[in-house]
């Protein structure tokens, strides 16, 4: 059985922080990367960030550029989500993803499992 949660989120003022957890558990195939993505209502679902689970390396979404941080735990199976300065224009479901594939690439194709999502709020 193969489980990814996120944790994390909840109701924040703009400018606030919130550090959203991914943890992967279960018969979890091997994955390059982890992936988050998030979806507003009415909205296109959006890669947000990717990080490499061989290498550390990253990318982001030009909207999310310069406030949000991914990170590998110590645990090889959990990849955190640093999110900074935060606007009501990020509120949205997050989820994170596993990927298959080389490379840290936003890219829906590339992601298989994925979890339940958790809400951001940022509101005043």
């Known amino acids: 059985q193969v489980q990814i949660v996120e944790s994390g989120g909840g109701l924040v003022q703009p400018g606030g922080s919130l550090r959203l957890s991914c943890v992967a558990s279960?018969?979890?195939?091997?994955?390059?990367?982890i992936g988050w993505f998030r979806q507003a209502p009415g909205k296109e679902r959006e890669g947000v960030a990717c990080?490499?689970?061989?290498?550390?390396?990253?990318a982001y979404a030009d909207s999310v550029k310069g406030r949000f941080t991914a990170s590998r735990g110590n645990a090889k199976n959990t990849t955190y989500l640093q999110m900074d300065s935060l606007k009501p224009e990020d509120t949205a479901v997050y989820s994170c993803?596993?990927?298959?594939?080389?490379?840290?690439?936003?890219?829906?194709?590339?992601?298989?499992?994925w979890g339940q999502g958790t809400q951001v709020t940022v509101s005043s």
């Open positions: 990080i490499s689970t061989s290498d550390g390396g990253t």
């Open positions: 993803a596993t990927g298959y594939g080389t490379g840290c690439l936003l890219i829906r194709e590339r992601y298989h499992f």
């Open positions: 279960g018969h979890t195939p091997d994955y390059w990367s």
